[in-house]
């Protein structure tokens, strides 16, 4: 089975400050992928950032980079230079090739002005 | 292109009666996904389609839900009987195929069982 661990749930970062969202995960595959979604309150889930496993470069994103650590089994976001927009539930998802996605509980983050 | 869609977006209804709930995935896309969020939680994976291949049903909760797809267009969600344990938002997603990764939400229904 896969499961997917965020340890944190509610984070909060001063605005231009950085922050970073911590995820793990537990799988015995070798070739996965893996994502970061934002969930603003208006509720649409919108892609972030995401990581092939086989990959050992770090996606980078603008202002969002993640920190893919395959034999710790981790993969943290970094969010950068923080907005006011980056206010949103995030979730961190694991997927194999041609399954189903397994999320997170998810993260809270709140950017203080 | 448009996005995908979701309707409606919100849905009150009485412990008991049925649902349907409607998923218009982006012109193009294979795959289809139907995932349950309840309140303050992640998203539970409910069902797949991939084109005209058997559904992954593995997902779903109970006999209560079903899904339909009509080809590679839109998809219906029906819960029967609905219970108050059933009150959450519905995500749908989409995918160019079920090997493109990258899945595309809707803005999901927010179902309410009293």
């Known amino acids: 089975a896969q499961t997917v661990t965020q340890s944190q749930p509610e984070m909060s970062v001063q605005e231009a400050e950085t922050v970073t969202l911590s995820c793990t995960y537990d799988?015995?595959?070798?070739?996965?992928?893996l994502f970061w979604y934002k969930q603003p309150p208006s509720r649409q889930m919108i892609l972030v950032i995401r990581?092939?496993?086989?990959?050992?470069q770090n996606a980078t994103e603008n202002r969002f980079s993640v920190n893919f650590q395959k034999a710790a089994k981790s993969f943290s976001l970094k969010i950068s230079d923080s907005q006011l927009g980056d206010t949103a539930m995030y979730f961190c998802?694991?997927?194999?090739?041609?399954?189903?996605?397994?999320f997170g509980t998810g993260t809270s983050l709140t950017v203080i002005p | 292109g448009a996005g995908v869609s979701q309707s409606p977006s919100n849905k009150v209804t009485e412990k008991g009666k049925d649902v349907e709930l409607r998923c218009d995935p982006i012109?193009?896309?294979?795959?289809l996904y139907w995932y349950r969020q309840r309140l303050g939680q992640g998203l539970e994976f409910l069902i797949y389609?991939?084109?005209?291949?058997?559904?992954?049903k593995s997902g779903l909760p109970s006999d209560r839900f079903s899904a339909e797809r009509t080809g590679e267009s839109v998809s219906t969600l029906t819960i029967q009987r609905t219970q108050q344990e059933d009150s959450a938002v519905y995500l749908c997603?989409?995918?160019?195929?079920?090997?493109?990764?990258?899945?595309?939400f809707g803005p999901g229904t927010r179902l309410l069982v009293l």
């Open positions: 997603a989409s995918s160019f195929s079920l090997h493109q990764e990258t899945q595309y």
């Open positions: 799988t015995s595959e070798s070739n996965y992928y």
């Open positions: 990581q092939e496993a086989y990959k050992q």
């Open positions: 998802a694991f997927m194999k090739r041609g399954n189903q996605f397994y």
């Open positions: 012109s193009g896309h294979t795959a």
């Open positions: 389609f991939q084109g005209n291949s058997a559904p992954d």
